[in-house]
């Protein structure tokens, strides 16, 4: 079968025989390129790309993806209509999310770890959002947002040996709050009965400005100086390398 190979050695011997033919000293044969071959793709990678393309993704990335020349993309997809500032949107986003995955298989499953595990994840969280000691000798944890607290409060029931009645909960909520429905749903999440509220700290908010989805500022309390005392001593080991402080 004739092939580029083949027709590259026929050049190459062409430029040879001249040489023999005109012997110049210092002539240099130049072999020409071979012909330009058109690639054909199959119809499913176009239907691929132009998928893609469908969820507004740009030309450049539907190129980096399926490994073929953006211009030949947008030959493809030119028809599609695809609003540029949405497509650019779209594939920043895109782009963020595969940054998002590159580490994330790290990220320990909380239902599978060990006690020990649970208290040193906790005891880092406390360290950033506990109360210390000795302003506070009880654990007493802050945030507003329902997931970190969600989470401590879950690898402190892993971590220790706990008494379900020395929890304590207090939340400091706006003056247009429901304060039944905030209550009702930090009980629900955090699995502490509403009797163990503490009457709530109500706030006028300050400027125009409101946060979407605001629940409130809530104060989870373990009272044990015990706790309290192991958790900070992990957390000062922690961030001074393993050297205890």
Sequence with gaps: MYNLNSWRSDREADGAALLKLCPVRGAQVRILSPPQIMIRRSADIVEKARALRRKKLSFQEISRILKIPSTTIRTWCYDLGIDRHESLRVNNEYRRNLIRALDIKIAPDLNNISSESARLFAAILYGCEGCKYPATTNVSFVNSNPKIIKTFIKLLRKAFVLDENKFRVHLQIHNDHDFKKIKEFWSNLLSVPMKQFFKPTITV?????????????????????????????????????????
């Design 205 to 245: 908010p300050k400027g125009k400005m409101r946060r979407r989805d605001y629940l409130g500022t809530c104060t989870i309390r373990y009272i044990d100086n015990k706790i309290q005392l192991r958790l900070l001593s992990i957390f000062d080991k922690f961030v001074n390398f393993g050297e205890v402080a």
